[in-house]
């Protein structure tokens, strides 16, 4: 395989996990949050996601200067390894204020706690040397409809959105759609209501969207349209790659492991629409098998950035004339076998 220069990847240090998941404890020792930064880079990747939390443990006991001091120092020992801190997310689904939601909670104290934090993540942002913030919207829903007003909550996370503009007038905003769970529904379930939220906002050229493939799909949508709404209207800033069997639980597997073929049009929009030309990261937000042995586990991570590689020189090597040829006599037969050969490479 042609290692590629153009693309830079990035992950979470929560998808080195312990594989615990509703059903059953972990199967694997904790592994140190810290020792997880070292293994960025020999597994090829730069880009670094974080929670808030993850740069600043505790932040909910701690004062702003404290916390701006963390950061400050963890930014300096991320660039000292030669890791680039892609975004900062608000833990807004964990802490018993945000048990019936953040900015939709209905509670004003409760609403209150959520945009605080979220200011506050926008300077932990800034002091660890990131431009963005990523809104994953988890608990903005609700488990039975009657018991918020859709109307209402919706103003609620545009006016949490102006009020995170107006705190800091250069961060972004990056709003990650996702349908359910931990909600029945949510309130941003797709790309094209992240988008709208954009537009409707005070600075929507700040607003943007991180389209993850396993949300897409459950909502019933195809991930690479999703991502190509987005370019579009120039909004796609990030991407969780994974891949997800059907319409169940959010599984988080390997990039292409569910749908090959999916996975092959996911990077063929980014491909042609020169995805990362701007900077952007390739996100994986896949997660290890709950069955695999050794500590920390890094296969699934290692795996997902090989797929996308590979399907990067699919891609790339599809003969475009005769792709063409099919497209033009509207022989789309022709075309889908050409497509699934050039897949399993019979030529
Ligand atoms: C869960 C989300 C979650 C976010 C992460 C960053 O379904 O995919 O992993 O991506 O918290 O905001
Ligand atoms: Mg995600």
């Keep these: ?47 670094v996601q974080l929670h808030d939390d993850d740069v600043v443990p505790d932040l909910d006991q701690l004062s702003g200067p404290q ?48 945009l605080d934090r979220t200011l506050r993540t926008a300077d932990i942002a800034r002091a660890v040397g990131s431009k963005a913030i990523v809104l994953w919207l988890a608990r903005e829903g609700t488990s039975l409809r009657e018991s918020k007003n859709a109307v209402t909550a919706y103003q609620r996370i545009l006016d949490a959105i102006n009020a995170i503009l107006d705190h800091d007038k250069e961060i972004e905003i ?25 537009y409707a906002s005070k600075d929507p050229v700040r607003v943007k969207g991180l389209i993850e493939t396993a949300h897409a799909l459950l909502a019933g949508l195809d ?15 990030s991407v969780h790659l994974n891949d997800q ?3 169940k639980y959010d599984q988080d597997k390997n990039f292409g492991a569910a749908n090959l073929r999916g996975a092959f049009n996911q990077v063929r929009v980014l491909e042609e629409n020169h995805y990362g030309s701007r900077g952007e990261f390739v996100g994986l937000d896949v997660k290890a098998m709950r069955t695999q042995a050794g ?16 399907l990067v ?35």
């Design 245 to 247: 069997n059907g319409l």
């Design 295 to 310: 500590n920390p586990v890094t296969a699934h991570l290692a795996s997902s950035r090989e797929i996308f590689l590979h």
């Design 313 to 347: 020189e699919k891609v790339r090597s599809l003969d475009l004339k005769e792709q063409q040829q099919y497209i033009d006599a509207r022989d789309y037969e022709g075309l889908e076998l050409f497509t699934i050969r050039h897949l399993l490479g019979i030529h």
């Design 223 to 237: 991930p690479s349209d999703e991502m190509a709404f987005a370019i579009a209207h120039g909004k796609l800033a």
């Design 1 to 47: 395989m042609t290692p590629s220069t153009e693309y830079r990847f990035s992950f979470g240090p929560w998808n080195i996990c312990e594989g615990k998941d509703p059903f059953g404890p972990a199967t694997r020792a904790p592994y140190d949050h810290e020792a997880k930064f070292a293994l960025y880079r020999p597994l090829g990747f730069e880009g």
């Design 67 to 114: 916390i701006l001091a963390k950061a400050t120092q963890v930014g300096t020992m991320l660039g000292n390894q030669g890791l680039v801190p892609e975004f900062v997310a608000p833990r807004l689904w964990f802490s018993p204020e945000t048990i019936d939601g953040g900015y939709t909670s209905n509670s004003a104290a409760d609403r209150r706690y959520a």
């Design 174 to 198: 990056w709003i990650e759609p996702k349908p359910n769970e931990p909600c029945d529904h949510a309130y941003v379930p797709t790309i094209g209501h992240a988008v709208s939220l954009a």
